[in-house]
């Protein structure tokens, strides 16, 4: 995935700062002159990877359209607690008006690639890719996907409508995988990849045969994961979905599967701790 579109981001980002501003910060607006300027650095008070900088850079541009943002990190790369991320020179008031919506955005993103390169570097001697899930805020899935995107990660399905994934519930309610796969089958052909979710190692063999392009493992032990990977034997790809943590994660990779989800990456991840300081010199 790279970065998400303009458009997009931006509708996002004015979002946040009309909730965040509203009709004005009155506290801003009533410390500081209308045309003073200033500059500001964004720090990281822990390591970890930096992803979203320019979320932060479009924050301050939409508030000052003459303000000047500088890297002086790259994208996706880690930094240490205490080293500066960017600059960004411009309207006071702009920045000051900015400061939290900017740092909400780039301490959840860089949360997220921060989390999603632990995963990726503890099964990094395995060939398994690590694939992010639906479990995302509510308008804000565009950069949570990017956010696994910058920390190394595979994006899944980015929402109901570019693939399909038969769940435990349309097999209940279509009368069984079989039926389920027929249906999707007969509606779209060969349009779309279809997974299926599977529990066990009998509704792996219905899944196999019903002609899935992905089977998921969802909460087997490791035992049975191996047992199934065998039973599929490279005729489909397979995920391994479920609980998954860190001190889980390579026992599941040993499993022989293609592909690990890991809900946590967007559902309960810890953002990376950033912090803005304005310079005291004052600007004309």
């Known amino acids: 995935m790279k970065k998400p579109d303009r458009k997009s ?46 979320v932060a850079k479009d924050v301050f541009k939409k508030l000052d359209g003459n303000s000047k943002w500088k890297n002086l990190i790259a994208e996706g ?22 400061e939290r919506t900017a740092l909400n955005f780039l301490q959840r993103i860089s949360g997220i690639a ?14 398994v890719k690590i694939l992010d899930t639906r479990k995302t805020v509510p308008g804000l899935r565009l950069l949570d996907k990017y956010g696994v995107y910058a920390g190394g990660g595979t994006n899944h399905r980015f929402g109901l409508y570019d693939m399909v994934l038969i769940k435990d519930n349309h097999i209940e309610a279509a009368g069984g995988i079989k039926n389920a796969v ?6 779209y052909g060969k349009k779309y990849k279809v997974e299926v979710e599977t529990t066990n190692l009998m509704e792996v063999r219905e899944a196999l045969d019903a002609g899935a392009d992905i089977i998921m493992l969802d909460n087997m032990t490791i035992s049975q994961m191996k047992k199934a990977v065998k039973l599929i034997n490279g005729k489909c790809k397979t995920e391994a979905s479920g609980n998954v943590d ?37 600007q004309a």
């Open 9 to 54: 981001v931006d509708r996002i980002i004015q979002t946040a700062l009309n909730e965040d501003i509203g009709k004005g910060d009155v506290t801003t607006n009533a410390i500081i002159p209308p045309h003073q300027k200033g500059t500001a650095a964004i720090y990281a008070k822990e390591s970890g990877v930096i992803a979203g900088l320019f």
């Open 77 to 98: 790369e880690e930094v240490k607690k205490g080293q500066k991320v960017a600059e960004v020179t411009g309207n006071l008031r702009a920045l000051l008006s900015g």
């Open 114 to 127: 921060t989390a999603a390169r632990k995963f990726i570097e503890t099964v990094a001697d395995t060939n």
């Open 182 to 187: 027929n249906r999707v089958r007969k509606k």
């Open 246 to 282: 860190l001190k889980r994660i390579k026992k599941i990779a040993t499993a022989g599967v293609d592909f690990i989800s890991v809900g946590s990456l967007t559902h309960s991840v810890k953002a990376l701790d950033l912090s803005m300081k304005i310079s005291n010199k004052k």
